[in-house]
């Protein structure tokens, strides 16, 4: 059975830094897309950062492009979030997500594209 889970999650203040942890367990998604997406009060879920496959080229959201990156450790089967400079828009709960068969650059936007996903982590950015 494939987990998901993330921590990480927390308060801070404008402008300062969290980093997020996802740790997957019951398969390896070394060869496959992972990444994250997040939920704010009332709004859809909207994509944040993913890559196809480990080492591949990471697809920003235009809101996060230079402040967020994305590591992934193979070896630990987990993805992490880097987030500086973070904004009070940035409040949100984060979630970690995984695909189970290859997916196309195009799509990796796309909520639909993740087959699994994490139970989520509040971060709350104070002004």
């Known amino acids: 059975q494939v987990q998901l889970v993330e921590s990480g999650g927390g308060l801070v203040q404008a402008g300062g830094s969290l980093r997020l942890s996802c740790a997957a367990s019951?398969?390896?998604?070394?060869?496959?897309?992972m990444g994250w997406f997040r939920q704010a009060p009332g709004k859809e879920r909207e994509f944040v950062a993913a890559?196809?496959?480990?080492?591949?080229?990471?697809s920003f959201a235009d809101s996060v492009k230079g402040r967020f990156t994305i590591f992934r450790d193979d070896a630990k089967n987990t993805v992490d979030l880097q987030m500086n400079s973070l904004k009070p828009e940035d409040t949100a709960v984060y979630y970690c997500?995984?695909?189970?068969?290859?997916?196309?650059?195009?799509?990796?936007?796309?909520?639909?594209?993740?087959?699994?996903w994490g139970q989520g982590t509040q971060v709350t950015v104070s002004s």
């Open positions: 997500a995984a695909a189970k068969t290859a997916i196309p650059f195009a799509t990796i936007r796309g909520v639909a594209s993740y087959d699994y």
């Open positions: 890559n196809r496959y480990s080492g591949g080229i990471t």
């Open positions: 019951g398969r390896s998604f070394e060869n496959y897309a």
